[in-house]
């Protein structure tokens, strides 16, 4: 027979007080942050936001970490979509292209 216990993570209760929803178009920082702008970085990742489709947030990276987004000639989904991005500070980036496939395409058969 199977022991049932209580799941404490289910039943938090709020410990502090509530936080207040922020304005439309806020991405959560208040504060200044101290960049060190000639340290190189590569910041890279599926962001799901297409660059030529959104470029106000590209503008929080350049405004916060000094950071600026790679020109991609090519998109890098099957829905042409702009979402797989690299951004770089101090450093003069070469431009590779792939293409990622998120979805199995509906005609392709598999060999065995």
Do not use: W
């Amino acid at each position: 027979m199977a022991v049932l216990r209580r799941n404490q993570i289910s039943n938090l209760v709020p410990s502090g007080p509530e936080a207040e929803p922020l304005p439309a178009g806020h991405l959560g920082i208040d504060e200044e942050f101290h960049i060190v702008k000639d340290v190189p970085i590569i910041v890279m990742g599926d962001l799901n936001v297409d660059v030529k489709r959104n470029e106000e947030a590209f503008g929080f990276m350049k405004k916060h970490f000094d950071l600026n987004v790679v020109p991609k000639n090519y998109p890098s989904t099957l829905g042409n979509s702009y979402i797989d991005l690299t951004f770089t500070r101090s450093i003069s980036p070469e431009l590779l292209n792939y293409v990622c496939y998120h979805a199995r395409l509906k005609n392709s058969k598999q060999k065995n």
